[in-house]
């Protein structure tokens, strides 16, 4: 069974940085897609980026591209999203998740395993 925890969220203003943790632990073999999806007040689960296991270019979501990126270190067995330039619409909470080949990295469906979430909030 896999466990997945988040940690890194907070509160800054407009333009600050933050940068995401998530550690997995257990049987995480197999694992495709490792990714990050958020979710906004009034608002649905979108993906934010997404790292291929078989070192395929990542995904990312328009919203966040130039701005966020993903990376992996293997040896920790631990996902990061660095969020740069950041802006009140990436207020959400961000979860980690572990997919496989069909999962979906725009939605999140398919994903088996998920984080507990870590609060981002961007004010102006």
């Known amino acids: 069974q896999v466990q997945l925890v988040e940690s890194g969220g907070g509160s800054v203003q407009v333009g600050g940085s933050l940068r995401l943790s998530c550690e997995a632990s257990?049987?995480?073999?197999?694992?495709?897609?490792m990714g990050w999806f958020r979710q906004g007040p009034g608002k649905e689960r979108e993906g934010v980026a997404c790292?291929?296991?078989?070192?395929?270019?990542?995904y990312y979501a328009d919203s966040v591209k130039g701005r966020f990126t993903i990376s992996h270190d293997n040896a920790k067995n631990t996902l990061y999203l660095q969020m740069n330039s950041l802006k009140p619409e990436d207020t959400a909470m961000y979860y980690c998740?572990?997919?496989?080949?069909?999962?979906?990295?725009?939605?999140?469906?398919?994903?088996?395993?998920w984080g507990q979430g870590t609060q981002v909030t961007v004010s102006s």
């Open positions: 790292f291929y296991s078989n070192s395929g270019s990542p």
């Open positions: 257990g049987n995480t073999y197999g694992a495709y897609l």
């Open positions: 998740a572990l997919g496989d080949f069909f999962s979906n990295a725009i939605t999140g469906s398919g994903f088996g395993a």
